[in-house]
């Protein structure tokens, strides 16, 4: 193991990871106040400020970790959490359609910003100087952990976002049973992750959504590919 290769590469993607962590939360509060529910907003949520909803475990334990566990086998999926933003869902105007907008929220804002990052890699890799490299390196990088995130996000599984778009989309009766599937949805997920089955789920839309990047920014797919795989 090269240390100082995985202190350059945590150093590149520190900022794209914090961000696409603390933005996808703060969304879901920012949408939740538009439609009603002011709790969030309450306890000052509703901020790009990432010291509002960093999670020392989920933010940064656990995305180190898995980024030195992926440098090690070569393979491998990064993710992470900042504190869940409080949302009551009874205080929505239409609570049941509301919480489809709600859930949606998050995983737009890391599609925003993958699109973003798309370009900030394109700015990069059209200049030179001593900035373009580290410009296309951090630029991949956001790409990278924002379409994981949207991606692992939208999976139909309760607590996930999916899983809240699902009932939300659901009758009552199948609504309310998907739900109760709540409790044991972390659960599931981890059982996916150390199986290899999520990597396996979540690949395809993966790399579907890196070919929406490179068509939108007009960066090669191929040469963002290379650089992601630098990077992590």
């Known amino acids: ?11 590149i993607a520190a900022i794209p990871v914090l961000f696409a962590i603390t933005l996808h939360e703060a969304a879901h509060g920012f949408v939740a106040k538009r439609c009603g529910d002011l709790t969030a907003y309450a306890q000052g949520r509703v901020s790009l400020n990432p010291l509002r909803h960093i999670d020392p475990m989920g933010t940064v ?13 070569g393979s491998g999926i990064l993710f992470g959490w900042a504190k869940p933003v409080p949302v009551n869902f009874s205080a929505l105007r239409h609570p049941k359609r509301d919480m489809l907008w709600v859930a949606a929220a998050g995983p737009g804002a890391n599609l925003a910003m993958a699109v973003f990052w ?9 200049g030179g100087g001593y900035f373009a490299l580290p410009l296309q390196l951090m630029g991949a990088a956001g790409i990278y952990i924002n379409v994981i995130l949207m991606v692992l996000n939208l999976l ?4 996930l976002d999916g899983g809240r778009i699902l009932v939300s989309l659901l009758p009552h009766r199948a609504a309310y049973a998907v739900a ?4 044991y ?10 199986t290899g089955a999520l990597e396996y789920l979540i690949r395809p839309i993966y790399m579907a959504t890196l070919f929406l990047m490179s068509t939108v920014s007009g ?3 191929g040469f963002m590919l290379r650089l992601i795989d630098r990077v992590f």
């Open 180 to 183: 109760r599937l709540e409790p």
């Open 156 to 159: 139909p599984l309760p607590p």
């Open 185 to 194: 949805g972390f659960f599931i997920l981890i059982l996916l992750l150390f």
């Open 219 to 221: 960066v090669p797919e």
């Open 61 to 73: 334990i656990v995305p180190l970790v898995l980024f030195v566990l992926t440098r090690l086998a």
């Open 1 to 11: 193991m090269d240390v100082a290769d995985i202190v350059q590469k945590i150093a």
């Open 118 to 126: 798309a370009f900030v890699l394109r700015l990069g890799a059209s």
